[in-house]
């Protein structure tokens, strides 16, 4: 199978990442099915998908006049069978319970044709962890979006051992069709490339604030307002190497040695947690939060990202 042979797209869950996963194909002019067997995700996804297409017309990242028929692309359905029947590419986006999930390859593998890939949006389980449930393990990878899929143009196919160089092919080339910059994950690991990054700068701010170096506030500015907006424009690589990997070589000897490198995370994350603090959700966490801050925090995280999105 090639990319051009795929031509309806079935996403397994309404929520957060999968209407948004549904938007982008349907955008793209794919015959979309979209499954939830939660009836309240389910029943709200059109409001939800509307909002989200408002939201990138309003910024004239989409045309007005194609708002109508990409959203009715998209074909809502609690039940499983009826979504994923015919489907070239099925995209799973439920919670993240590997039983649940575990449960649903092994009905996907029943109901697909034989040449059906099926993906996982997981952002931790690795893909022959859920190929374990299928009879199809050369069609199962992990695609791994980031929130919110339709502004974050990143999306890590994660591939297992099984995994056939077919399948890769096919949804790499499917993705870039729609505009998306995969990047193949050719070992499974845990936390795949992105959340091993983010792992591992958060542990270093983590123990930075537990040993009162500066305050979590003080971090996240050295963060915004540094080396963070080289970072939206070069990757690692590209800014060491322009530095010069001696001048690196030498700062790093002095460095690393002293970096937080227990495997253990930081025992002020457990403590934070443990008092009930669990960020926004509640209330409070590094910082204090009301549904006001809140929001304002999100829109100026969306408008920045949605700045971004005009550079491509």
Known sequence: ?????VHRIAVIGAGLMGHGIALEFAIAGYDVRLCDQNEELLGS?????AASWALLES?????????????????????LQATAEGADVVIEAVTEDLEIKL???????????????????????????VAAATNRADRVLVAHYFNPPYLIPLVEL?????????????????????????????????GFIGNRLQAALYREALALVEAGVASA??????????????????????????????????AFIEIMPDLYSRPEPPQILRDTVGRGDLG???????????????????????????????WD
């Open 217 to 250: 506030a003080d971090v996240d500015a050295v963060i915004k307002n540094g080396f963070g907006r080289r970072l939206a424009v070069a990757g690692e690589f590209e800014i060491f190497d322009i530095a010069g990997l001696d001048t690196v070589l030498n």
């Open 103 to 129: 449960d649903i390859f092994r009905e996907l593998d029943r109901i697909c044709p034989p040449h059906t890939i099926i993906a996982s949006n997981s952002s931790s389980f690795m893909p022959s962890k």
């Open 280 to 310: 926004a959700k509640s209330g409070r966490g590094f910082y204090e939060w009301t549904p006001e801050s809140v929001n304002q925090a999100r829109t100026r995280i969306g408008d920045r990202l949605i700045e971004m999105a005009r």
């Open 45 to 49: 996804a059109r409001d939800r998908i």
């Open 158 to 190: 994660v591939r297992s051992a099984a995994t056939s160089d077919e399948t890769v092919e096919v949804m790499r080339d499917l993705l870039i069709g729609i505009g998306k910059r995969p990047t193949v994950v050719q070992r499974e690991l845990p």
């Open 59 to 79: 910024h004239g990242l989409v045309k007005q006049e194609t708002g109508q028929e990409a959203i009715s692309h998209i074909g809502l359905d609690a039940d």
């Open 1 to 5: 199978m090639k990319a051009a042979d």
